[in-house]
């Protein structure tokens, strides 16, 4: 069974919309972390956003927000405003039991296409 | 934080050679992680690097393949050897440090 699902292959939005990227995950481990990278066709994966299990509060940075629903064990991705450099792939990630010295799991991706 | 300088940033190799791949770190970390991108695809985890013992690969991947170097806690290389087209991705390293995870520039190798 897949870990992190994004079920969104393809999303498009306007410029200054606010989109939401879908992600679910799968884990029996009560500590977890969740990542949301972005990756432009560089292939460089920059780090958006993280939220940890625990965290009781939905994580915020600047125009990214993440909306963490636990008992459903979903983690989207809001991106208020958004930019023509907005486009790119977006991928969700998961690190089980949240130790530095486990491997990410990452789910297929969403390719985001903003247009002015 | 940690900055993880990787290069070659991007390489055309002729089937059946091998290409090594160099990850260092800003600072000292337990384990390195190397992933493989494929045209079109997530991130798929090649084997986790610690350093003074040989790296744990993941189902699919092989050492004889993927040999891994991990001779100090800052540095690390990935040789992915007698190439075919079918190896051309983007090869990514990365390290966790406490909550964060950060990755490489990324190679981006073609095999032609």
């Known amino acids: 069974a897949q870990k992190i699902t994004q079920t969104q292959p393809g999303m498009f939005v306007q410029e200054k919309e606010a989109v939401t990227l879908d992600c679910t995950y799968d884990?029996?481990?009560?500590?977890?972390?969740l990542f949301w990278y972005k990756q432009p066709s560089s292939g460089e994966m920059i780090f958006l956003i993280y939220q940890g299990s625990y965290d009781e509060q939905n994580a915020t940075e600047g125009r990214y927000s993440l909306n963490f629903q636990k008992a459903r064990k979903s983690a989207n991705l809001v991106i208020s405003a958004s930019q023509l450099g907005d486009s790119a792939m977006y991928f969700c990630?998961?690190?089980?039991?949240?130790?530095?010295?486990?491997?990410?799991?990452f789910g297929k991706g969403t390719t985001l296409s903003v247009s002015s | 934080s940690a900055v993880i300088s990787q290069k070659p940033s991007r390489d055309i190799c002729q089937r059946g050679t091998s290409l090594t791949i160099q990850c260092q770190v800003d600072s000292q970390v337990t384990m390195m992680f190397w992933y493989r991108q494929q045209p079109g695809q997530s991130l798929t985890l090649i084997a986790t690097a610690n350093q003074g013992s040989e790296a744990t690969y993941e189902s699919g991947f092989v050492i004889d393949k993927f040999p891994i170097s991990r001779p100090n806690l800052t540095f690390s290389t990935l040789t992915v050897s007698n190439m075919s087209p079918e190896d051309s991705s983007i090869y990514l390293c990365?390290?966790?440090?406490?909550?964060?995870?950060?990755f490489g520039q990324g190679t981006r190798l073609t095999v032609v």
């Open positions: 990365s390290v966790g440090v406490h909550t964060e995870a950060f």
């Open positions: 990630a998961m690190r089980e039991d949240n130790q530095a010295g486990t491997a990410l799991i």
């Open positions: 884990t029996s481990d009560q500590s977890y972390g």
